[in-house]
């Protein structure tokens, strides 16, 4: 059972880089064909995909947020990281970690979400 665990802190003040990281137990973040990827939600909003590294250390970015998103991996801690920079109060959202799979828009691990607010 693969399982998956934000980490980070809640309140960020506007102008900061916000850093979340991913913990993933039960599973390799190496392991084909799987798509490790950061995901969030806004207050009333819907899911909104932020991006991805892959299996092989690949990234992929939203084109909204690629200017100011950074995403990367420690593979002996089987951990990935999402770096958001400059933030403002409209990326206060619950972030969240998942897998997803290669050639589908399925995503079969969720962590629990992390709620963050940009905030001075």
């Known amino acids: 059972q693969v399982q998956l665990q934000e980490s980070g802190p809640g309140l960020v003040k506007p102008s900061q880089t916000l850093s979340l990281t991913c913990t993933v137990s039960g599973g390799s973040i190496t392991t084909s064909y799987y798509y490790w990827s950061w995901i969030r939600q806004p207050p009333g909003k819907g899911l909104e995909w932020m991006g991805a590294i892959a299996y092989d250390g690949s990234t992929y970015y939203s084109p909204s947020l690629k200017s100011h998103t950074s995403i990367s991996r420690d593979t002996s801690k089987n951990q990935f990281s999402l770096q958001l920079s400059s933030v403002t109060p409209e990326d206060t959202a619950v972030y969240y970690c998942?897998?997803?799979?290669?050639?589908?828009?399925?995503?079969?691990?969720w962590g629990q979400g992390t709620q963050v607010t940009v905030s001075s």
């Open positions: 998942a897998r997803g799979v290669a050639g589908t828009n399925e995503y079969d691990y």
